[in-house]
């Protein structure tokens, strides 16, 4: 969970291949992008998202989010 969120408890990492109709302020991992806020195999993203992530908390390092803006 992304936490300090302006107005929100936190924000939640799940499965959604359509951010419009899925997510509301969540975040998604896609295995490639389809189009604007669109992509596939998103479950297949994400476990492997949660993967990376536990084995470095399990490990006790730090893990970071780097938002950065897409150049298309």
Do not use: W
Request: proline fraction near 4%.
């Amino acid at each position: 969970m992304v936490k300090t969120i302006p107005g929100r408890s936190g924000i939640l990492f799940h499965p959604a291949n359509d951010a419009l109709k899925e997510l509301r302020g969540c975040i998604a991992p896609v295995t490639m992008l389809s189009g604007i806020g669109t992509g596939t195999d998103s479950r297949k993203a994400n476990t492997k998202l949660n993967e990376l992530v536990f084995q470095a908390l399990d490990a006790d390092e730090t893990v970071y989010l780097n938002i950065q803006k897409a150049v298309l």
